[in-house]
């Protein structure tokens, strides 16, 4: 199973409805591309980037991922990657845009598979 698989197996067992490979034209005229379109049960759309880099990931693509977000009119974006800089996760927290590791991710999944029922969220 892929990265993306695997992002989109742990988007679907927290509850959002998942998309991939979603373009949305902005305000400013600009087609962004988004790895992932979430949706909740209240219809609030998120977009998501992922970056499998070997290299952390730093706050120029956190801003970019910010941008695009606003741009288009989505919730709070997400951004998932293998790390990121100290100053990307200083950003984040200004903008409230939420940071994930894969690593994070499979975590999640590996106890979840353990678990005799579906996880729902608090």
């Keep these: 199973m892929s990265l993306i698989e695997l992002t989109v ?3 679907k067992a927290v509850g959002y409805d998942v998309r991939r ?3 949305l034209q902005g305000r400013w005229n600009i087609r962004w591309k988004f790895d992932l379109l979430l949706e909740d049960d209240f ?3 998120r ?3 992922i970056r499998n880099w070997k290299r952390t990931v730093g706050v120029n693509v956190v801003l970019m991922l910010d941008r695009a977000s ?3 009119g989505l919730g709070k974006p997400l ?3 293998n790390g990121f800089s100290i100053s990307a996760y200083a950003y984040a927290t200004r903008r409230g845009i939420e940071l994930l ?3 994070e991710i499979l975590g999640f999944l590996r106890k979840s598979a353990m678990m005799p029922h579906r996880y729902i969220p608090e």
Excluded: C, K, M
């Design 9 to 11: 197996e742990y988007f």
């Design 79 to 81: 951004l998932i990657a």
């Design 47 to 49: 977009g998501v980037w």
């Design 43 to 45: 219809g609030l759309l």
């Design 101 to 103: 590791t894969f690593e």
């Design 70 to 72: 606003e741009d288009v």
């Design 21 to 23: 490979d979603v373009e």
